[in-house]
T-cell receptor
Framework: GQQLNQSPQSMFIQEGEDVSMNCTSS?????WLWYKQEPGEGPVLLIA?????ELTSNGRLTAQFGITRKDSFLNISASIPSDVGIYFC???????????FGQGTTLQVKP | DAMVIQNPRYQVTQFGKPVTLSCSQT?????MYWYQQKSSQAPKLLFH???????NEADTPDNFQSRRPNTSFCFLDIRSPGLGDAAMYLC????????????????FGPGTRLTVL
């Protein structure tokens, strides 16, 4: 079945640094979603991408839909302590439309 | 603000004692989902309702049931919780199904953390 592979699995960075994480698949996806989940809370949708090549920003976050439709990346600029959490990429299965999630990237920010 | 609400946020039950988790939404979305999430893993879909149509995932245990009495509310019933059912349970909604041409954005509630003693 379709799978999404996220990397890195975890990151420990200094406050103020920029962060980059990505999501890849051997299959084509028509939508890429990026969620952030803080400890003890549900995932919150950060950015939704619907067109190949699309580059979308949400504050300090920027995400891109890869041209091949098989990858997406999320960048966070000038990280702050409240950026801590698990970032999941997700995309709909081409067969069922149900969301497939990546394994998540855990981000820790040192003040 | 339109939102997805889950109650309670924390639930403790005993091994084998039935428990019900609730979810409500003010988004007026047609689809409601229940996910199980364990220790920093990705959410795992248990089932979803499209309006009143119930769709069970093939690997969801029979121990898990769901009810959707109206558009706004959806319940997750665990008939005989085992220790392995301790997890975060997430409710989510979407306007429609991607197969019907709707976007895939799902909006999650804050979750209910279930502990089984």
């Amino acid at each position: 079945g379709q799978q999404l592979n996220q990397s890195p699995q975890s990151m420990f960075i200094q406050e103020g640094e920029d962060v980059s994480m990505n999501c890849t698949s051997s299959s084509i996806f028509n939508t890429w979603l990026w969620y952030k989940q803080e400890p003890g809370e549900g995932p919150v949708l950060l950015i939704a991408l619907y067109k190949a090549g699309e580059l979308t920003s949400n504050g300090r976050l920027t995400a891109q839909f890869g041209i091949t439709r098989k990858d997406s990346f999320l960048n966070i600029s000038a990280s702050i302590p409240s950026d801590v959490g698990i970032y999941f990429c997700a995309g709909p299965s081409s067969n069922t439309g149900k969301l497939i999630f990546g394994q998540g990237t855990t981000l820790q920010v040192k003040p | 603000d339109a939102m997805v609400i889950q109650n309670p946020r924390y639930q403790v039950t005993q091994f084998g004692k039935p428990v019900t988790l609730s979810c409500s939404q003010t988004l007026n979305h047609n689809v409601m989902y229940w996910y199980q999430q364990k220790s920093s893993q990705a959410p795992k879909l248990l089932f979803h309702y499209y309006d009143k149509d119930f769709n069970n995932e093939a690997d969801t245990p029979d121990n898990f049931q769901s009810r959707r009495p109206n558009t706004s509310f959806c319940f997750l019933d665990i008939r005989s919780p085992g220790l392995g059912d301790a997890a975060m349970y997430l409710c989510a909604t979407s306007r429609g199904l991607p197969t019907a041409g709707y976007y895939n954005e799902q909006f999650f509630g804050p979750g209910t953390r279930l502990t089984v003693l």
